[in-house]
């Protein structure tokens, strides 16, 4: 984002105008019911609920890229924990919370969701994405877990074997810029 748009966003979450509204809570439901095997007629309910036709639109879209990409997966499982990446340095903390995991070829994969059209989500995001996914759970039980964000509006997913060990400086940058930001809204 650029700083107008980071100073925008900044100050949304710090200093919401209401109680706020998640736009892809029906996308995580519907992945979710998918998962505990329910049926077509039960997920279009999920998917068709939200009165917002865009949000409706947005969300059967990544919804079908999903089941594409993992919708004859047997080992998909949900996951629902949250934790916290400390940036202590710049006084802020980072909530990650995967929303579900698979096992391929005996390696299991966590994977965060992007289903945002805007900003477009590349690599460079997806480094620093994975870089904090694989800090936050390196210590928990799925600390030899590939670290994965799939990127459902293209479908594409990304993963932790494009970090290397510059990508912490760009994470820095962007932590500084967002405590910048904190301090001026």
Same mark, same amino acid.
């Given at each position: 984002?650029?700083?107008?748009? =980071?100073?925008?966003?900044?100050?949304?979450?710090?200093?919401?105008?209401?109680?706020?509204?998640? $736009?892809?809570?029906? =996308?995580?439901? +519907?992945?979710?019911?998918?998962?505990?095997?329910?049926?077509?007629?039960?997920?279009?309910?999920?998917?068709?609920?939200?009165?917002?036709?865009?949000?409706?639109?947005?969300?059967? +879209?990544?919804?079908?890229?999903?089941?594409?990409? $993992?919708?004859?997966?047997?080992?998909?499982?949900?996951?629902?924990?949250? +934790?916290?990446?400390?940036?202590?340095?710049?006084?802020?903390?980072?909530?990650?919370?995967?929303?579900?995991?698979?096992?391929?070829?005996?390696?299991?994969?966590?994977?965060?969701?992007?289903?945002?059209?805007?900003?477009?989500?590349?690599?460079?995001? +997806?480094?620093?994405?994975? =870089?904090?996914?694989?800090?936050? $759970?390196?210590?928990?039980?799925?600390?030899?877990?590939? $670290?994965?964000?799939?990127? =459902?509006?293209?479908?594409?997913?990304?993963?932790?074997?494009?970090?290397?060990?510059?990508?912490?400086?760009?994470?820095?940058?962007?932590?500084?810029?967002?405590?910048?930001?904190?301090?001026?809204?």
């Amino acid at each position: 984002m650029d700083d107008y748009q =980071l100073l925008a966003e900044v100050d949304n979450k710090l200093n919401p105008k209401g109680k706020g509204h998640q $736009f892809h809570r029906t =996308l995580r439901e +519907a992945i979710y019911a998918h998962i505990d095997g329910a049926d077509t007629n039960e997920i279009d309910s999920i998917l068709n609920s939200p009165s917002r036709e865009a949000e409706q639109k947005y969300n059967k +879209a990544a919804f079908s890229n999903f089941l594409k990409r $993992f919708g004859s997966n047997k080992t998909l499982e949900k996951v629902d924990k949250t +934790a916290i990446y400390p940036m202590p340095i710049h006084d802020i903390e980072i909530s990650v919370n995967p929303w579900f995991s698979t096992l391929e070829n005996g390696q299991l994969h966590l994977h965060v969701v992007w289903a945002t059209s805007k900003p477009d989500f590349a690599q460079r995001w +997806a480094n620093l994405g994975c =870089l904090v996914l694989s800090e936050t $759970f390196k210590t928990s039980q799925y600390g030899n877990a590939k $670290f994965c964000i799939m990127d =459902l509006t293209k479908p594409k997913r990304f993963s932790d074997k494009t970090i290397t060990d510059r990508t912490r400086i760009p994470l820095e940058n962007v932590a500084a810029s967002i405590a910048r930001c904190a301090k001026q809204v």
